[in-house]
């Protein structure tokens, strides 16, 4: 005969930013927790702005496993490490820490999230192709790495502060060349020519700004991919069908990058499909 164990027992995971409260995670791995029969919670924890440090080592004391990292922290995360993965290392941010009884381990998981989100979950093998990532800051600097690693033949790297896309750049550049991918930056008028795939990991739907992209650089039938996702997503969807392209949203991102992080801790891998089915479900019935 079994026993479920009290909820005090089990253990504890959480998504520590600020702000936190639109965060999907929650929702997210408890789906994930039920597929895989772990017993784990789940939780959301504001962190003050000025202290995210000592948010994460009291929510470790209190006997947290791990946790998530999202914005504005994940620059401040890898430092909190002992054990920092080669991705996070290059990213210089992570969005997972693992509190192990031997040490303390960060990683970044968002760039395998959308890789896998690009070819599994849309189709789009990215070797070979020219490819626009429009954003250097967190989210940009996480997704570069594992984008030059799916082997396509260029990555442009365009940002509204060009200095910063350039600073990406320089630490890639070595990445870039063991993989043989062409890696340029610049400023947002920078990108010349069409590109296959369009990723605007730049925060202009968020801010209700205008696309940061030139229509005339979609390639015919382009794969265009918002990090965002939700209603502040739909102008640059709606950007991308009317100009012959094929939108994405971030949704897919999100819980590949939620099942690397579930993976990193539990040692098991869900299954995304259908708890992206399910979450894109939640999301639209509440719109
Ligand atoms: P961040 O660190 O604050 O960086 C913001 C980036 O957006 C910077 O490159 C900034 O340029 C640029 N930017 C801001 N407003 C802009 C505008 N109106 N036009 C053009 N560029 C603008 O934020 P982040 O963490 O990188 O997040 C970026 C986006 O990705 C957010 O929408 C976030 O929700 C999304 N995201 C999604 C996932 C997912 O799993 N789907 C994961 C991570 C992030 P400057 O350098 O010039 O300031």
Same mark, same amino acid.
């Not at 502060?161 to 062409?182: F, K």
């Given at each position: 005969m079994t026993h479920d164990r009290p909820e005090a027992d089990l253990d504890r995971y959480a998504v520590l930013g600020n702000? $936190? @409260?639109?965060?999907?995670s929650p929702f997210i791995h408890a789906a994930f927790a039920r597929q895989m029969g772990e017993r784990m919670t789940y939780e959301r924890v504001l962190a003050p702005m000025d202290g995210f440090v000592e948010t994460v080592r009291a929510f470790a004391a209190a006997g947290g496993c791990g946790c998530n990292v999202t914005v504005p922290f994940k620059f401040e995360a =890898?430092?909190?490490?002992?054990r920092v993965s080669a991705r996070a290392r290059l990213a210089g941010a992570a969005n997972v820490l693992g509190f192990d009884a031997d040490g303390w381990w960060a990683d970044n998981t968002d760039g395998i999230g959308l890789v896998r989100d690009i070819i599994d +979950?849309? +189709? $789009? =093998?990215? *070797?070979g192709l020219r490819l626009l990532l429009v954003g250097a800051g967190g989210a940009g600097a996480g997704v570069l790495g594992p984008l030059i690693e799916a082997g396509p033949a260029e990555v442009m790297v365009a940002n509204r502060t060009p200095e910063r896309a350039q600073t990406l750049m320089l630490r890639h550049a070595a990445w870039a060349d063991q993989h043989g991918v062409r890696l340029q930056a610049g400023a947002l008028d920078a990108p010349a020519g069409r590109f296959d795939v369009v990723i605007n990991a730049s925060a202009s739907s968020l801010a209700g700004g @205008? $696309?940061?992209? @030139? =229509? +005339? *650089?979609?390639?015919? +039938?382009a794969l265009a991919v918002d990090l965002m996702y939700g209603a502040p997503a739909r102008p640059f969807l709606d950007w991308a069908s009317a100009h012959g392209a094929r939108p994405r949203d971030g949704l897919g991102m999100l819980v590949e990058q939620a099942a690397e992080a579930f993976f990193g801790w539990r040692g098991c891998r869900p299954e995304t499909g259908p708890v992206l089915a399910a979450l894109r479900e939640r999301l639209e019935a509440k719109a």
């Amino acid at each position: 005969m079994t026993h479920d164990r009290p909820e005090a027992d089990l253990d504890r995971y959480a998504v520590l930013g600020n702000p $936190v @409260a639109h965060s999907q995670s929650p929702f997210i791995h408890a789906a994930f927790a039920r597929q895989m029969g772990e017993r784990m919670t789940y939780e959301r924890v504001l962190a003050p702005m000025d202290g995210f440090v000592e948010t994460v080592r009291a929510f470790a004391a209190a006997g947290g496993c791990g946790c998530n990292v999202t914005v504005p922290f994940k620059f401040e995360a =890898p430092a909190l490490a002992a054990r920092v993965s080669a991705r996070a290392r290059l990213a210089g941010a992570a969005n997972v820490l693992g509190f192990d009884a031997d040490g303390w381990w960060a990683d970044n998981t968002d760039g395998i999230g959308l890789v896998r989100d690009i070819i599994d +979950g849309a +189709g $789009v =093998p990215l *070797r070979g192709l020219r490819l626009l990532l429009v954003g250097a800051g967190g989210a940009g600097a996480g997704v570069l790495g594992p984008l030059i690693e799916a082997g396509p033949a260029e990555v442009m790297v365009a940002n509204r502060t060009p200095e910063r896309a350039q600073t990406l750049m320089l630490r890639h550049a070595a990445w870039a060349d063991q993989h043989g991918v062409r890696l340029q930056a610049g400023a947002l008028d920078a990108p010349a020519g069409r590109f296959d795939v369009v990723i605007n990991a730049s925060a202009s739907s968020l801010a209700g700004g @205008a $696309v940061p992209v @030139a =229509p +005339g *650089r979609l390639a015919d +039938g382009a794969l265009a991919v918002d990090l965002m996702y939700g209603a502040p997503a739909r102008p640059f969807l709606d950007w991308a069908s009317a100009h012959g392209a094929r939108p994405r949203d971030g949704l897919g991102m999100l819980v590949e990058q939620a099942a690397e992080a579930f993976f990193g801790w539990r040692g098991c891998r869900p299954e995304t499909g259908p708890v992206l089915a399910a979450l894109r479900e939640r999301l639209e019935a509440k719109a």
